[in-house]
């Protein structure tokens, strides 16, 4: 599915694009099946709380930002479901970190127009920590999502250090202290990119994005996979941890023969 040379760029750098990963008829079909989940169940917010927004915001539009963020829209449309087992999206994430791949989430971070909300300088390791470091997250871009429309920025080879001290608590979604990360003093570059493409990235990649201050639906996906053997980090080491194989056979180190 890949090539060498774009798995090596992974590795290098924490992140790839994949261009019209998704057929332009694939990605209508699933852009319009998240219209109606959005028109059914959405919810809108102003985006993840926290201190962050005073460093990133001007005051008037600390309060004032969109979002529409929504976990599982496989409990609501099956062509979402289907998403999990799609082949070039699967088989991208096993050239990246195996044959075998484990599901993890689905989450849409859909930015309204005009003032969509940012996010701050983070990586996603805080959100879903595991215990190793193939976890790939896969942004699925719905619109296109040009620089101005708040087109997700990464710090590349920020991977290569791990896991990094986050702010966390009540009342913030985890993020960089905003006084060591900052767009103003960390170098990222935009990935502007298209309906249809995919963004793959290493949840130790440093990424954020800005507002949208388009007129356009900023709507994109995030698919998050992992080697079957990675576990959460504090849950009991006995505790099953099983959940959708969406590419190859998870084997069970502790098996028996039972069967012949
Ligand atoms: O969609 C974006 O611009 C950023 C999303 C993000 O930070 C994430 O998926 O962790």
């Known amino acids: 599915m890949l090539t060498q040379n774009q798995v090596e760029f992974y590795h290098e750098n924490g992140y790839l694009k994949v261009e019209q990963l998704f057929t ?11 219209v109606q989940i959005i028109n059914n169940w959405g919810q809108e917010t102003i985006g993840w709380p926290g201190p962050w927004r005073k460093r990133y915001l001007k005051a008037e539009d600390q309060q004032t930002t969109k979002a529409v963020f929504m ?20 088989g991208a994430v096993q050239d990246l970190i195996g044959e075998t791949i484990q ?4 989450v849409l971070h859909a930015k309204p127009p005009e003032k969509g909300t940012p996010f701050p300088m983070h990586q996603d390791y805080p959100f879903y920590p595991h215990d ?30 791990g896991p990094r001290e986050h702010i966390t ?8 202290p905003t006084d060591k990360y900052h767009p ?25 994005s800005e507002v949208n201050r388009t007129d356009q639906w900023r709507k994109a996906v995030r698919f998050g996979f992992h080697k079957p053997e990675m576990r959460p980090v504090g849950r009991d080491a006995t505790e099953p941890y099983n959940s959708i194989v969406a590419g190859g056979f998870k084997a069970n180190p502790a098996a028996g023969e039972i069967l012949t």
């Open 103 to 106: 599901w993890h989430h689905t």
């Open 169 to 176: 608590g009540e009342g913030t979604a985890p993020h960089l």
């Open 184 to 208: 103003d003093f960390i170098d990222s570059i935009p990935i502007p990119s298209k309906a249809g493409d995919v963004i793959f990235f290493s949840y130790c990649l440093i990424h954020w």
């Open 24 to 34: 332009p008829e694939e990605t209508k079909e699933l852009a319009s099946e998240m």
């Open 71 to 90: 976990h599982n829209p496989h409990f609501y449309s099956a062509t979402w479901g289907r998403v999990i087992f799609h082949e070039r999206l699967t």
């Open 132 to 161: 190793g470091l193939d976890f790939v997250d896969c942004l699925v871009h719905l619109d296109d999502a040009p620089f101005e429309s708040g087109a997700l920025r990464v710090v590349p080879g920020s991977h290569k250090e």
